[in-house]
C-alpha cells in the first residue's frame, strides 16, 4: 500500500495497526489523502487473511482526527457541475464521490474481523465517524482537552459519513438529534455514559487495550447488525415518545433558526428517515441529504466565514508581516465605566497586568468591582478557581495616578465620548510612554484622525473599538488613522489576539465600519415604520431574516432619543426635511411628546419588565400609524428580508468602495460579529457573492431602488463587479492571495 497520511503494520499476533498522522500537521483531519488511505487500509483488513483484526489510532499527541479538511471542502461545497456531464451523470458521479467514505467504513464495519480505535484525544467531525464504524472505542482518561462531536451544523453541513445514522442507534434519537442538531460536544465521561465510548484508559494505554479487545473479540459485530436489535429509546415511527422528539425537535427547530439553516433541516430529516431503515440503506439516505445540504451557498458560505476566515483572522491574518510579535509587560486603561471596566476584565483574564485608571481612586475601584463581580459568578458555576480568580483580580491595579503606568506597552482610552476631554488623556498619557508604545481610543463615533491631532506621535495613535458587554462579545474593530503606522497596527492586532478576540481592520470614516453599516438595518426598520407597515410584522420579518433583534427592539436599546438625533443630522446633512417627513414626526412624536426613549427608560417602541427584558410593543403605537400593511404573505416577507438585508449589503459596498475596509474576510467577519448579520449568509460580502451571486444582487439592488429610494441604489464598484463577474472574495481577496494570483 502507498499510504501517505497513516503508518500500517501487521504485528506478530495478526493484529493490523493503522496510525493516523497526516505528515506536516499538529493535527489529523480527512483530507482527501487521508479518505484514499482508510479505503486501501479498509480494503487490506478485509482480504488479506494474516490480519485477524485491527486497531486504529493516532500519531498526534493532540487526538485522533479533527474531522473533515475543511479547506479542501470550501473549495469543492457548492461547487459548479462540470459543462460536459448530463444531469444523470452528474448526479451518480457526486453521489459516488460523496458516498465513498460512507461506504467503505460500513464495509470496514462488516469486514468480518474486529476493529477497535484508539481515541487518545479529540475526536470530532469525519473523525468522530470514523471511531462510530469501529466495534469498540477505548478513549483516555487523562486528556482534558479531549472532545467527542459532530459539529457539522455549526458550519452549514450534515454528518455525512454515517454519524447522523450510528450516533442515534447507539444513543437513542432524542441524544442524538440534541449533539448533531447544535454540533454540541462532550467530554469523555459524558462519552462514556451515553455508550459513545466503551473503555478508559491512560492515552498512552489506548492502543494497548483495544489490541486486546481485538485479541478477546474475534467475532465483533456493531450492535445493529445483531439480529433483533433495537434503537435504544424506540424508532421514530413506531413509538409514540421517539414520535414526539422528532415532532417536538421539528417545531423548536422552527422557532430558533426559521428555517435559514438547510443544514438542521436536512439533518432532521435524515435521522427521521434513515432510523427507520436497515442501516446500509440509512447510509444511502444521509449520504444523499449530505449531498442536497454541501451544495447550498449557505454551506460554501458557513464553512468559508465562520471556519475559514474566523480561523485566518484569529491567527492574525490581518496583521502586517514582517513585525515581532508584541509580548504585553503592562497596558493602562483608562476611564473605568462601562467599556474600560470590560478592557479591564479581559485584559486581565488574558494574564496581562492592567492599570485602571479613573478621575479618582474610588472610581477605579468601582470599574474594579465588575470584574469582582464577573469572577465572583465564575467561582460559584464552578467555572474557575478562588486561587485563579484572585490571580486575575490581582492583575488589576486602580489609580488615578498618570505614573502607575509609566512605560506601559499599550494604553486603551475609555473616557466619555468628548473630543476635548479625550485630547486632554491623550496628552496626559503620552507624557508616560516610551517610543512606540501605542495609544488606542475606543471611541464610537469621533473619526480617529481627528482625535490623533491631539497627539504627538500620530503615526502610534489608533482605534481600537470595543463592543459592550466586552466580555461576551468577541470582535474588535480596528481603526487606521491618517497617519498610523503598520508597527502600531501590529501591535494592535497582538493586542486583540492576546485578549483572545476576533480583530477586523478598517480605515478611518465616520461610524467606521460597523455602527455605518449596522445603522442602515434599523434605519430600514423605520423606514417601514414610516410606511405603515405593522410593528409586529416589521420585528418579526427582521428576526425571521436571520437578524438577532427586530429593528424596533434594537433602536431602543440604542436609544430612540440618540436615533431622533442621528436622525435630525441626517437630515440636515443630506438637506431632507425631517420635522415635515412621516418618520421625523412619529421619532419627534414618540421621543418628545411621550418621553419613551428606549429600554434605558423602560418604555420605548417596547414595554419593557423589571428584568429590562421586552414584554411587547407598546400597543398606543399603532395608534400614531396609518397602518397600511397589517398582513405578511410570503411574498411581502420576501420584499421585507431583501430590504433588510441588501440594503446592509449596499452600505458594506459602499465601505469597499471608499476604502473604509479592504479585505472581504474582514467584512464578513465583522458583520456577523459586530451586529449579527444573517449567519447563514456567510455576512454580507457572502450573501452578495454566494446567496445572490454579484449580478443577481445588482438587479435587485436595482429593483429595489427603483421602488423605495437610492439608499438601495448599487454604487459604480458593484456594478463593475457585476460586469466582470467578479465577487468581494476575488476583488478584496487577502493582500498575501492577491500577490500570488
Ligand atoms: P462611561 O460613561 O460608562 O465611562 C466613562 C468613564 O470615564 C467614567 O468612569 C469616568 O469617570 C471616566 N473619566 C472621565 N473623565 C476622565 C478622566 N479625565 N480621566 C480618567 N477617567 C475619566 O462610558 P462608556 O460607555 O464606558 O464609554 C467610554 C468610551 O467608549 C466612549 O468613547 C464611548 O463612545 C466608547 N464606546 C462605548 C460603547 C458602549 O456600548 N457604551 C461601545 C463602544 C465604545
Not at 479531549?146 to 454519524?163: N, R, S, V
Not at 449520504?287 to 451557498?297: A, C, G, K, L
Amino acid at each position: 500500500m502507498n499510504l501517505e497520511t497513516f503508518s500500517f503494520e501487521i504485528d506478530a499476533d495478526g493484529v493490523a495497526h493503522a496510525v493516523f498522522d497526516v505528515p506536516g500537521r499538529s493535527m489529523n483531519t480527512l483530507t482527501g489523502k487521508a479518505i484514499a488511505d482508510i479505503i486501501a487500509i479498509t480494503n487490506e483488513i478485509a482480504t488479506n487473511d494474516k490480519i485477524v483484526g485491527a486497531v486504529l489510532s493516532s500519531g498526534k499527541a493532540s487526538g485522533f482526527c479533527a474531522g473533515a479538511d475543511l479547506g479542501e471542502m470550501g473549495e469543492q461545497a457548492g461547487g459548479k457541475p462540470k459543462a460536459d456531464m448530463s444531469e444523470a451523470e452528474l448526479k451518480k458521479a457526486q453521489f459516488d464521490r460523496g458516498f465513498s467514505l460512507n461506504k467503505t467504513l460500513r464495509e470496514l464495519e462488516t469486514c468480518g474481523k474486529p476493529v477497535a480505535v484508539a481515541l487518545n484525544g479529540l475526536a470530532l467531525g469525519g473523525g468522530l465517524e470514523v471511531a462510530l464504524a469501529c466495534h469498540y472505542r477505548v478513549a483516555a482518561d487523562d486528556n482534558p482537552k479531549l472532545q467527542f462531536g459532530l459539529p457539522e451544523a455549526k458550519i452549514g453541513l450534515l454528518p455525512g459519513a454515517g454519524g447522523t445514522q450510528r450516533l442515534p442507534r447507539l444513543i437513542g434519537v432524542q441524544a442524538a438529534l440534541e449533539h448533531i442538531l447544535q454540533g454540541k460536544s462532550m467530554k469523555v465521561d459524558k462519552a462514556l455514559s451515553l455508550g459513545v465510548v466503551n473503555e478508559l484508559a491512560p492515552a498512552a494505554q489506548t492502543a494497548e487495550k483495544a489490541k486486546a479487545w481485538v485479541l478477546a473479540n474475534p467475532d465483533a459485530k456493531a450492535p445493529w447488525d445483531e439480529k433483533g436489535f433495537k434503537m435504544p429509546g424506540g424508532v421514530v415511527h413506531r413509538s409514540p415518545g421517539a414520535g414526539q422528539v422528532a415532532t417536538m425537535a421539528n417545531a423548536m427547530l422552527a422557532a430558533q433558526s426559521y428555517g435559514n439553516y438547510p443544514a438542521q433541516k436536512n439533518i432532521l430529516s435524515c435521522v427521521y428517515e434513515g432510523t427507520q431503515l436497515p442501516i446500509d440503506a440509512a447510509l444511502r439516505v444521509e449520504t444523499r441529504y449530505f449531498i442536497n445540504t454541501q451544495e447550498r451557498p449557505e454551506a460554501k458560505a458557513m464553512i468559508r466565514s465562520l471556519f475559514l476566515s474566523m480561523q485566518a483572522l484569529g491567527k492574525g491574518g490581518n496583521r502586517p508581516a514582517g513585525f515581532e510579535k508584541t509580548e504585553f509587560k503592562q497596558i493602562a486603561v483608562i476611564g473605568a465605566g462601562l467599556m474600560g471596566a470590560g478592557i479591564a476584565y479581559v485584559q486581565a483574564k488574558a494574564g496581562i497586568p492592567t492599570v485602571l485608571v479613573d478621575v479618582s481612586k474610588e472610581n477605579a475601584e468601582k470599574g474594579k468591582d465588575y470584574s469582582r463581580r464577573l469572577v465572583e459568578k465564575a467561582v460559584k458555576r464552578g467555572k474557575t478557581t478562588e486561587a485563579k480568580g484572585q490571580a486575575l483580580l490581582d492583575l488589576i491595579t486602580t489609580t488615578d495616578n498618570y505614573d502607575d503606568f509609566k512605560g506601559a506597552d499599550l494604553v486603551v482610552e475609555a473616557v466619555f465620548e468628548n473630543p476635548e476631554l479625550k485630547a486632554k488623556i491623550t496628552e496626559m498619557a503620552e507624557a508616560q510612554l516610551e517610543p512606540g508604545a501605542v495609544f488606542g481610543s475606543n471611541t464610537s463615533t469621533l473619526p480617529i484622525t481627528g482625535l490623533a491631532k491631539a497627539s504627538s506621535r500620530p503615526e502610534n495613535f489608533i482605534g481600537i473599538h470595543f463592543f459592550s458587554p466586552v466580555e461576551r462579545m468577541g470582535l474588535v474593530e480596528i481603526i487606521m488613522g491618517e497617519k498610523t503606522d503598520q508597527a502600531t497596527l501590529a501591535k494592535s492586532v497582538d493586542y486583540v489576539l492576546a485578549i483572545r478576540k476576533t480583530p477586523i481592520v478598517v480605515n478611518d470614516s465616520r461610524g467606521f465600519y460597523t455602527s455605518r453599516c449596522f445603522g442602515t438595518y434599523t434605519q430600514e426598520g423605520l423606514s417601514m415604520l414610516a410606511e405603515g407597515i405593522k410593528p409586529a410584522i416589521i420585528e418579526n420579518v427582521g428576526r425571521q431574516c436571520g437578524m438577532p433583534m427586530g429593528p424596533l427592539e434594537v433602536s431602543d436599546s440604542v436609544g430612540l432619543d440618540t436615533a431622533l438625533k442621528v436622525g435630525r443630522q441626517m437630515a440636515e446633512a443630506s438637506g431632507i426635511d425631517y420635522s415635515g417627513n412621516e418618520l421625523g414626526q412619529m421619532m419627534a412624536w414618540i421621543v418628545e411628546d411621550k418621553g419613551r426613549v428606549g429600554r434605558k427608560a423602560g418604555k420605548g417602541f417596547y414595554d419593557y419588565g423589571d428584568n429590562g427584558k421586552p414584554t411587547r410593543i407598546w400597543p398606543d403605537l399603532n395608534s400614531q400609524i396609518d397602518v397600511k400593511v397589517d398582513e405578511c404573505p410570503p411574498a411581502m416577507k420576501t420584499e421585507l428580508t431583501n430590504r433588510f438585508l441588501v440594503r446592509q449589503a449596499i452600505e458594506v459596498a459602499r465601505c469597499f468602495e471608499e476604502g473604509v475596509i479592504t479585505d472581504a474576510r474582514d467584512g464578513d467577519i465583522g458583520s456577523i460579529l459586530a451586529w449579527g448579520f444573517a449567519p447563514y449568509t456567510g455576512g454580507c460580502c457572502s450573501y452578495v457573492d454566494l446567496i445572490w451571486g454579484i449580478k443577481e444582487f445588482v438587479a435587485e439592488a436595482d429593483r429595489l431602488a427603483d421602488k423605495y429610494g437610492d439608499r438601495f441604489r448599487p454604487n459604480d464598484m458593484l456594478r463593475d463587479m457585476a460586469a466582470k463577474g467578479e465577487g468581494f472574495y476575488d476583488r478584496f481577496a487577502p493582500a498575501a492571495e492577491k500577490a500570488a494570483a
